[in-house]
């Protein structure tokens, strides 16, 4: 098969106009010596794939995404080049990739209520790099609940650990968030006003397993409603409706006394009233208090993270409109950016310098956290139709993240596949996929997504893409390789 340029121009009529094909992946790259080609200006992502594909002589067809000065292609090139102002004349730097591969649903575990929170352990997960200790084949998936329980499932459905009831040191309201520390402890938090942190240990044989509590942490007001944690140092970090970011430590040492005010009274009839009951067990568990509280939101804070590049700096997201910078060496505000709507999530992309926050407008804004810069939204992405309450970055490209909505839905976005906004700083972007709720009628329209409200989501490169909400029920999806990692260009 030829794969002379002059003899592919003289097969394609019509306006033309040069291209010069690039990839990032060596096993599909072009020969060295391929140049520039004559194809039509009609020629869309179909087209194109099957150009490149006659240039690499492929014994079965390879279906390609293409991108132009990086974003995505979506229109002919003739349609491009009208509305980027250039003529046929200039010759265009077309890079292909692999086309995405459609999540595919491998599983629902069973809840008895709803699913508030969702977390991996693995081998390539935060916990399970710290430690090197997961086997593959042994991955976990942590749930907490709206009925105050935490579980930990293997990946066959089975629960191999439940946390303590109400008065044997567990949540005694339901659970808002939950994180693997380590292979080894969990920590979690409420509507209690609590951080509580469990020790999880395995049977040998890997069928059964314990989740035992180790310290109770006071300090905030409010209900906690997100958390994050940065292994190495273990140390945590807390969103709480009552305005404040808490930092904490999971090291018993390491962490001050609670304050006594904010401690449950031991035996009072409220207490045995609330809790059901009170046992010695209860009130032997170490209470610890946080080592600072940020105060400088002025609305619920409702989520927080590390920086992934600097773990002495967090960021964190409220009601109040705005994401805040915070240096946790001096516990002091570095920076503040204002946006126009509540925001309710967050996440990093670090190789691309953003932070994406999703809001209660229904769409997710990406922002560029550096100080030095002035624009506030570099991009914008649309399509839920409802809150946006959870976000995970991809783990095996730079470029993606995942959410999760009130619509009752998970998007997967690719930060390239974006197209001009009036009235939107940095343009709009589309999501590539929406992972809807299994199990749902065919055809039936819930109205806000309503009974199928999706309250967390966690993307992970072993297990794929978890997710948790009002039907109760923990959803996997498979999530590896669906946006393919890019490499340096060759």
Request: glycine fraction near 8%; aromatic fraction near 6%; charge should be neutral.
């Amino acid at each position: 098969m030829s794969t002379d340029p002059a003899t592919a121009a003289k097969a394609l009529p019509g306006a033309q106009v040069k291209v010069q094909f690039a990839t990032r992946h060596p096993d599909i790259s072009l020969p060295e010596n391929t140049g520039p080609i004559l194809v039509p200006t009609h020629l869309r992502r179909y087209g194109l794939s099957s150009v490149v594909n006659h240039l690499l002589a492929t014994s079965k067809p390879i279906p390609f995404n293409f991108l132009i000065g990086g974003a995505f292609l979506h229109t002919s090139i003739d349609s491009y080049l009208t509305a980027n102002g250039l003529s046929s004349e200039t010759t265009l730097t077309l890079e292909y990739v692999r086309s995405l591969i459609p999540p595919l649903y491998l599983a629902s575990f069973e809840h008895d209520d709803w699913v508030s929170s969702v977390d991996v352990l693995s081998n390539t997960s935060i916990a399970g790099r710290s430690s090197f200790n997961v086997e593959v084949g042994q991955e976990r998936i942590l749930s907490g609940s709206y009925d105050g329980l935490l579980r930990v499932w293997n990946m066959s459905a089975q629960v191999l650990a439940t946390s303590a009831s109400v008065g044997a040191g567990g949540h005694v309201s339901p659970v808002k968030a939950a994180k693997f520390i380590t292979p080894s402890e969990v920590v979690s938090s409420g509507l209690d006003r609590t951080v509580r942190i469990w020790r999880y240990s395995e049977a040998p044989d890997h069928l059964s397993a314990e989740l035992e509590p180790m310290m109770e942490l006071y300090g905030h007001t409010g209900s906690v409603d997100s958390l994050a944690v940065y292994s190495p140092t273990m140390k945590i970090l807390s969103a709480s409706t009552d305005n404040t970011v808490g930092v904490w430590s999971a090291n018993k040492r390491e962490a001050p006394p609670a304050p006594s005010q904010l401690l449950p009274p031991q035996n009072s009839s409220a207490t045995r009233s609330k809790r059901r009951k009170t046992t010695s067990f209860d009130s032997a568990i170490p209470r610890r208090g946080p080592l600072t509280l940020l105060k400088s939101h002025i609305a619920p804070v409702s989520s927080t993270i590390f920086s992934p590049t600097d773990s002495t700096v967090a960021y964190s997201v409220s009601w109040d409109h705005t994401l805040r910078t915070w240096d946790l060496t001096t516990a002091s505000l570095v920076d503040t950016r204002t946006t126009s709507h509540p925001l309710l999530s967050l996440t990093s992309l670090p190789t691309l310098h953003l932070l994406a926050t999703g809001t209660s407008a229904r769409h997710i804004t990406l922002i560029d956290p550096r100080v030095n810069t002035t624009t506030i939204s570099t991009l914008t992405l649309r399509g839920h139709t409802n809150a946006v309450v959870s976000l995970s970055r991809d783990p095996d490209s730079e470029w993606s993240l995942v959410s999760g909505s009130h619509d009752g839905t998970c998007r997967i976005w690719d930060v390239r596949s974006t197209k001009p906004g009036q009235g939107v700083s940095g343009g709009v972007g589309e999501s590539m996929y929406t992972i809807k709720r299994e199990g749902q009628p065919e055809g039936v329209k819930r109205v806000g997504g309503e009974g199928v409200k999706v309250f967390g989501v966690c993307w992970d490169k072993e297990v794929g893409i978890v997710s948790g909400g009002e039907d109760k029920k923990l959803q996997v999806n498979r999530g590896k390789g669906i946006i393919q990692q890019e490499k340096e260009l060759l």
